[in-house]
Structure formats: structure tokens, C-alpha cells
């Protein structure tokens, strides 16, 4: 089926003590680095942006700002280094050629690999030997089809299939892929003239648009959620530690009224340490049934969000040889061309260059928390640290841009980095035994 790669695990060292100050509390930790990102899109929407903390080895409790109005309180869980998982057998999997764009996404729905064209709206589904078994759907207006022009985030379930497009539009297939509602999502604005707001209210729902170039979709129940951020002129991550103390990260979208029923989570205090990294300011999370695990870029922590929207704890450890030497960026004003060709800049030529966390993936079955992170500086391979409970029993290096998507059987799937106008496809499955995680 492919080749197997021999990975080894490095062990984690260089931890710092150091004080730090939560709103005007101060405490001695265990710190690992910290940074923000920006990202300019391909819908003009010149920014994104997380904000994120490390501390690690001690029990504490702190207070941040959960919307400005509120504190919550949560523990830094100690996270110990077990190296029990000390290799990796990838195995790298070809899959069949295809009539696509190659310009989308993979997941995995009824113990299948599928690709999905943005451009097209095709959907390519594979065995889990890479072969091609047929397409579906596509764009038009047929009750099998996406009556949309582009497909911006997608979510399958053994359920429903949702597909948001580029204008705040919705498509719900059923398990049959056949239509079953389409609409316009309803943000509930108040407030029509949101720009023209000097000081905006970061509850104000006309302030965020969705993150288009980390739209991931998580589905609980009767409900999807989605990351947002603001690119208001005042309340951006170029301008302003008020947009990381007080902005909100995932939008709660309901499946049966189209409407965005609330707002939730919060950014990383790690931010409030720089003048400003809205370069690295994304953020991945993965959902489980009493909330959800947040991993911010600069952020050696990971933290477990309940349902309503607060933070119970904090855990993890700094990825190994990682460049975290960010850049800062402050500007003006987002609406002046020299403003925002300084952020394509940074996001250009500074951000591939650095290291940060970049995906997460959680295991129920075998309660693994997966997360990988990129090196930076000119390391040749990216990280993957895998936690039991919250602890660290496996840190390996793993190919650049190599994320884990989920599960077919026993086997673990991820997905390698793909260059511009790459008209091929392939990914990896590996195991982890039950012995080696237990």
C-alpha cells in the first residue's frame, strides 16, 4: 500500500520559570512562549486572530475575562512526560486520480475517506485502500445537488451533510444526500451600521464574520459550530488587546432555524503579551459531549471548554525545537492599503518561518487527545504529541502539515500537506495500540 516511515520521539526540555500577571493577579509558572496570528483571506477579510497561554507543571487557579463582564476560574493540570508511544509506522496510502479541482477538503463518513471539491461541489468517495468507489453531488439546483457557487466549510455525519458557501448560505443533506434544507444564516445583527461604530460592543453579533480560511465545522446535537472573527477597524487583532480580551471565537449555529443561537469561548491570555500577533491568531477545537478542547497557535496549553462557554481546565506541554521568535505587528487602521500590505507581509514571510500548534484531534474510544504543531526555522518535519488524560506519553516528528482527521476501524487517519497545483492525493494511517496508550 505505501511506504512506512520510522518515527522517533524527542523528549521535551527547557521549561521556564516565570512570573505572570491575570488581571492584576500574579503568580510564578511554568511558562513555554506565546504570539498572535493574522491571515488575510481569500474573501478580503484582511484578518484572524486567537489569543493563548502556557503554563505547566503546577496546580493553580486564575481568573480572565469571559466577556469583559465576568471571570472564570479554572486549574492548570499538571502534565507529566511518559514517552510511553516512543514511535509511528505511517504508511502512506495513493489514491486513485480524480476529475477535480484538487482545490478542498477530506473527511470521513461511513467508514470512508471523502474529498471535497470547493470548486466543483463533487464529492469523491474512497475506500480506505485509496480507491476511488464514485462522486456525488456537485453544483445545481436538483434536489442532489448544492445550489451554491462555492463550498467554504463542510461537516459529514452519519446523519446529516451540511455545506456552507461564501454567502452566509446553508445546505442540509440527509444520509441519502438528499436535499433537505437550504437558507441564509441569520446572525441576529442589532446593529446595521457596525463600522461606522467607533467604540463597537464585542456581544454585537454584526462584528464577527466567520474565519473562511479555518472553517471547521463541529456538529453537536442539533447544532454546528463554527470560528468567527472581527475585522472591525477598532476591534481587530492588529489594533487593539481589547479584541483579545473580549472577542468571541466559535459561533453555536442552530440546524433546524438557520439562526446563530449564541456566541462563545474566548482567546488566549497569551496574547495580551504581544503588540500584536494577529498573524498567529487561529485556533483548532474538537468537540466531546461535555464541551470542547481549544488549542491556541502560540499556546503550549490546551484547554477544555464546558457547554456554556467556560474554561474548567488547562493542560500540555511546549512541542520540542519549536522557533517561537514572533514578529509584531501593530498598525493604524485595517482600512488603509499600507496597513494591510504590512499584514500580507507578515503573514508571508514571517509566519511559515515560526513555530506553532496547528491542529487537534481527540480519540473517544481510547481518550487520546491528538495535536500537532509546525517547527519553524528550517526544520524539515512538524511535531505530533498525543495525551492520555492530559498527560504526555508520546511527542514524534511527523511530515510538514500532517493532521489526523479521524478514525476508519482501527486505524488512525492523516492528512500530509499539499502544494499549489498538487493533482494528486494520498494520506497516512498509522496505529496505536491499546498497550502503548494505557
Given at each position: 500500500?505505501?511506504?512506512?516511515?520510522?518515527?522517533?520521539?524527542?523528549?521535551?526540555?527547557?521549561?521556564?520559570?516565570?512570573?505572570?500577571?491575570?488581571?492584576?493577579?500574579?503568580?510564578?509558572?511554568?511558562?513555554?512562549?506565546?504570539?498572535?496570528?493574522?491571515?488575510?483571506?481569500?474573501?478580503?477579510?484582511?484578518?484572524?486572530?486567537?489569543?493563548?497561554?502556557?503554563?505547566?507543571?503546577?496546580?493553580?487557579?486564575?481568573?480572565?475575562?469571559?466577556?469583559?463582564?465576568?471571570?472564570?476560574?479554572?486549574?492548570?493540570?499538571?502534565?507529566?512526560?511518559?514517552?510511553?508511544?516512543?514511535?509511528?509506522?505511517?504508511?502512506?496510502?495513493?489514491?486513485?486520480?480524480?476529475?477535480?479541482?484538487?482545490?478542498?477538503?477530506?473527511?470521513?463518513?461511513?467508514?470512508?475517506?471523502?474529498f471535497i471539491d470547493r470548486l466543483t461541489g463533487k464529492l469523491f468517495k474512497f475506500s480506505n485502500e485509496g480507491k476511488l468507489e464514485h462522486s456525488l453531488l456537485g453544483f445545481g439546483e436538483s434536489p442532489s445537488e448544492i445550489n451554491t457557487r462555492y463550498i467554504d466549510g463542510a461537516i459529514l455525519s452519519d446523519q446529516l451533510n451540511v455545506f456552507i458557501g461564501s454567502n452566509f448560505d446553508m445546505h442540509v443533506?440527509?444520509?441519502?444526500?438528499?436535499?433537505?434544507?437550504?437558507?441564509?444564516?441569520?446572525?441576529?445583527?442589532?446593529?446595521?451600521?457596525?463600522?461606522?461604530?467607533?467604540?463597537?460592543?464585542?456581544?454585537?453579533?454584526?462584528?464577527?464574520?466567520?474565519?473562511?480560511?479555518?472553517?471547521?465545522?463541529?456538529?453537536?446535537?442539533?447544532?454546528?459550530?463554527?470560528?468567527?472573527?472581527?475585522?472591525?477597524?477598532?476591534?481587530?487583532?492588529?489594533?487593539?488587546?481589547?479584541?483579545?480580551?473580549?472577542?468571541?471565537?466559535?459561533?453555536?449555529?442552530?440546524?433546524?432555524?438557520?439562526?446563530?443561537?449564541?456566541?462563545?469561548?474566548?482567546?488566549?491570555?497569551?496574547?495580551?503579551?504581544?503588540?500584536?500577533?494577529?498573524?498567529?491568531?487561529?485556533?483548532?477545537?474538537?468537540?466531546?459531549?461535555?464541551?470542547?478542547?481549544?488549542?491556541?497557535?502560540?499556546?503550549?496549553?490546551?484547554?477544555?471548554?464546558?457547554?456554556?462557554?467556560?474554561?474548567?481546565?488547562?493542560?500540555?506541554?511546549?512541542?520540542?525545537?519549536?522557533?517561537?521568535?514572533?514578529?509584531?505587528?501593530?498598525?493604524?487602521?485595517?482600512?488603509?492599503?499600507e496597513d494591510v500590505a504590512k499584514v500580507r507581509e507578515a503573514f508571508v514571510s514571517n509566519r511559515p518561518s515560526k513555530g506553532f500548534y496547528t491542529s487537534i484531534w481527540y480519540c473517544r474510544d481510547q481518550e487520546l487527545l491528538f495535536r500537532t504543531y509546525a517547527r519553524g526555522g528550517n526544520s524539515d518535519s512538524d511535531g505530533l504529541q498525543i495525551y492520555l488524560k492530559e498527560q504526555l506519553v508520546g511527542d514524534?516528528?511527523?511530515?510538514?502539515?500532517?493532521?489526523?482527521?479521524?478514525?476508519?476501524?482501527?486505524?488512525?487517519?492523516?492528512?500530509?500537506?499539499?502544494?499549489?497545483?498538487?493533482?494528486?492525493?494520498?494520506?497516512?494511517?498509522?496505529?496505536?495500540?491499546?498497550?502503548?496508550?494505557?
Amino acid at each position: 500500500m505505501g511506504q512506512v516511515q520510522r518515527v522517533e520521539v524527542e523528549k521535551i526540555t527547557n521549561v521556564k520559570l516565570t512570573m505572570v500577571t491575570a488581571n492584576g493577579k500574579s503568580f510564578w509558572s511554568f511558562i513555554q512562549d506565546q504570539n498572535l496570528f493574522l491571515k488575510p483571506n481569500n474573501k478580503n477579510l484582511p484578518m484572524k486572530t486567537s489569543r493563548l497561554w502556557t503554563i505547566h507543571l503546577i496546580w493553580i487557579f486564575f481568573f480572565i475575562g469571559c466577556s469583559g463582564k465576568q471571570n472564570t476560574s479554572f486549574e492548570i493540570i499538571p502534565t507529566s512526560s511518559q514517552n510511553l508511544i516512543d514511535t509511528l509506522h505511517l504508511e502512506t496510502v495513493l489514491m486513485d486520480s480524480i476529475p477535480s479541482s484538487y482545490l478542498g477538503v477530506f473527511a470521513l463518513k461511513d467508514k470512508h475517506l471523502f474529498f471535497i471539491d470547493r470548486l466543483t461541489g463533487k464529492l469523491f468517495k474512497f475506500s480506505n485502500e485509496g480507491k476511488l468507489e464514485h462522486s456525488l453531488l456537485g453544483f445545481g439546483e436538483s434536489p442532489s445537488e448544492i445550489n451554491t457557487r462555492y463550498i467554504d466549510g463542510a461537516i459529514l455525519s452519519d446523519q446529516l451533510n451540511v455545506f456552507i458557501g461564501s454567502n452566509f448560505d446553508m445546505h442540509v443533506f440527509d444520509s441519502n444526500w438528499d436535499r433537505q434544507k437550504v437558507g441564509i444564516i441569520d446572525w441576529k445583527w442589532e446593529t446595521s451600521n457596525i463600522n461606522e461604530v467607533e467604540v463597537p460592543n464585542p456581544d454585537e453579533r454584526a462584528l464577527y464574520t466567520f474565519d473562511y480560511e479555518n472553517l471547521k465545522l463541529v456538529q453537536k446535537g442539533d447544532f454546528i459550530y463554527a470560528p468567527i472573527y472581527s475585522e472591525h477597524h477598532n476591534f481587530n487583532p492588529f489594533t487593539t488587546h481589547r479584541f483579545y480580551r473580549e472577542s468571541y471565537i466559535l459561533a453555536e449555529i442552530s440546524l433546524l432555524t438557520f439562526e446563530v443561537t449564541r456566541l462563545l469561548g474566548k482567546r488566549s491570555e497569551k496574547y495580551l503579551d504581544y503588540r500584536y500577533l494577529g498573524h498567529h491568531a487561529f485556533f483548532d477545537f474538537e468537540p466531546t459531549e461535555k464541551g470542547f478542547y481549544i488549542s491556541h497557535e502560540i499556546d503550549s496549553l490546551i484547554y477544555f471548554m464546558d457547554n456554556g462557554g467556560d474554561i474548567r481546565y488547562a493542560f500540555g506541554r511546549e512541542g520540542n525545537q519549536m522557533d517561537k521568535t514572533y514578529k509584531e505587528v501593530a498598525i493604524s487602521d485595517l482600512r488603509n492599503k499600507e496597513d494591510v500590505a504590512k499584514v500580507r507581509e507578515a503573514f508571508v514571510s514571517n509566519r511559515p518561518s515560526k513555530g506553532f500548534y496547528t491542529s487537534i484531534w481527540y480519540c473517544r474510544d481510547q481518550e487520546l487527545l491528538f495535536r500537532t504543531y509546525a517547527r519553524g526555522g528550517n526544520s524539515d518535519s512538524d511535531g505530533l504529541q498525543i495525551y492520555l488524560k492530559e498527560q504526555l506519553v508520546g511527542d514524534v516528528s511527523v511530515p510538514k502539515g500532517f493532521h489526523i482527521i479521524g478514525r476508519l476501524d482501527e486505524e488512525f487517519v492523516a492528512i500530509p500537506a499539499r502544494k499549489e497545483n498538487d493533482m494528486a492525493l494520498s494520506f497516512f494511517t498509522f496505529t496505536i495500540p491499546e498497550s502503548d496508550s494505557s
